[in-house]
T-cell receptor, first 115, second 111 residues
Framework: DVKVTQSSRYLVKRTGEKVFLECVQD?????MFWYRQDPGLGLRLIYF???????EKGDIPEGYSVSREKKERFSLILESASTNQTSMYLC??????????????FGDGTRLSIL | GQQLNQSPQSMFIQEGEDVSMNCTSS?????WLWYKQDPGEGPVLLIA?????ELTSNGRLTAQFGITRKDSFLNISASIPSDVGIYFC???????????FGTGTRLKVLA
């Protein structure tokens, strides 16, 4: 079974702090993704990475950055946390299929509160 | 941006009833996925569909990839209390790694 592990289930930080969310997958997947999930808005893509050191912006990258130094690990960074970044953050990974149509597998999420 | 319209938003059903939900879009997708999310957990993949017209089952769940490649439905037969949760569809845009997610159908089963 695919295992995507997010380092924290719950996190509370203060406005202006630099926040790191970590995600590790154990299935040698090329693609990794970060989403945020908010009530009524569904899942929105923040960033994704299709290879080590490669990244692309998703739909809502403002205020975030990412790091992929190793294939199995994808980090999301909130440069200066703000209260509107309070949300559920979900990491996902997938294989790089020939037509790109491999399903994404999700971690359990990190519920982040910014005070 | 692209959107997926998922309906219904929520539903209460009696245990034993069948359930149907669907997703539609103006965009064409290569792949449709259906996920279930329990409170405080991440989404779990239920069914993946890769070809227009494909009909796939997973136990009491059946999903179909619409012929036009713009829609998909999920049916749950003989619902049980543990079916409670939020069900999401996701469509993969042609030529990209990107998935667009529906806003979810919240299912509540009355015993």
């Amino acid at each position: 079974d695919v295992k995507v592990t997010q380092s924290s289930r719950y996190l509370v930080k203060r406005t202006g702090e630099k926040v790191f969310l970590e995600c590790v997958q154990d299935m040698d997947h090329e693609n990794m993704f970060w989403y945020r999930q908010d009530p009524g808005l569904g899942l929105r893509l923040i960033y994704f990475s299709y290879d080590v050191k490669m990244k692309e912006k998703g739909d809502i990258p403002e205020g975030y950055s990412v790091s992929r130094e190793k294939k199995e690990r994808f980090s999301l960074i909130l440069e200066s946390a703000s209260t509107n970044q309070t949300s559920m953050y979900l990491c996902a990974s997938s294989l790089l299929g020939g037509t790109g149509n491999q399903p994404q597998h999700f971690g359990d999420g990190t519920r982040l509160s910014i005070l | 941006g692209q959107q997926l319209n998922q309906s219904p938003q929520s539903m209460f059903i009696q245990e034993g009833e069948d359930v149907s939900m669907n997703c539609t879009s103006s965009s064409i997708f290569n792949t449709w996925l259906w996920y279930k999310q329990d409170p405080g957990e991440g989404p779990v993949l239920l069914i993946a569909l890769y070809k227009a017209g494909e009909l796939t089952s997973n136990g009491r769940l059946t999903a179909q990839f619409g012929i036009t490649r713009k829609d998909s439905f999920l049916n749950i037969s003989a619902s049980i209390p543990s079916d409670v949760g939020i069900y999401f569809c996701a469509g993969q845009l042609s030529g990209t790694y990107k998935y667009i997610f529906g806003t979810g159908t919240r299912l509540k089963v009355l015993a």
